[in-house]
């Protein structure tokens, strides 16, 4: 895959896990992050240009496990050798400015 990356990314040491809200399910995991946009790993395909609503776990208080919720926008998917995970690029739609917040403590 041709890099076309236009902002610096962060490598997570700590994945932050992702939920769907509607059945509270695991989705994956953020793998990396940017100010626009994430990286996120999971056990199932998702649909190129597909729009997806996800909340992602805020560590920024520890005291608490708490999420915030997200739009995003899938750019490109790909699996592994044995299509067992998945990697996909994912654009935030609109993000809150608390989901703003979190991404910056990233940067």
Same mark, same amino acid.
């Given at each position: 895959? $041709? #890099?076309?990356?236009?902002? *610096?990314? =962060?490598?997570? +040491?700590?994945?932050?896990? !992702?939920?769907? *809200?509607?059945? &509270? &399910? @695991?989705?994956?995991? !953020?793998?990396? +992050?940017?100010?626009?946009?994430?990286? +996120? =790993?999971?056990?199932?395909?998702?649909?190129?240009?597909?729009?997806?609503?996800?909340? +992602?776990? $805020?560590?920024?208080?520890?005291? #608490?496990?708490? =999420?915030? $919720?997200?739009? !995003?926008?899938?750019?490109?998917?790909?699996?592994?050798?044995? &299509?067992?995970?998945?990697?996909?690029?994912?654009?935030?739609? &609109? *993000?809150? *400015?608390?989901?703003?917040?979190? @991404?910056? =403590?990233?940067?």
């Amino acid at each position: 895959m $041709d #890099e076309k990356r236009r902002e *610096p990314r =962060t490598h997570l +040491i700590y994945y932050l896990r !992702v939920f769907e *809200p509607d059945t &509270n &399910n @695991l989705f994956g995991h !953020v793998v990396d +992050i940017s100010r626009h946009g994430v990286l +996120i =790993t999971s056990d199932r395909p998702m649909e190129k240009d597909g729009l997806y609503r996800l909340e +992602i776990e $805020d560590v920024s208080s520890l005291d #608490e496990l708490s =999420t915030v $919720d997200v739009e !995003v926008q899938c750019r490109w998917c790909q699996g592994d050798a044995a &299509n067992q995970l998945y990697d996909a690029g994912f654009q935030m739609v &609109n *993000p809150s *400015p608390r989901m703003s917040a979190v @991404l910056e =403590t990233y940067q």
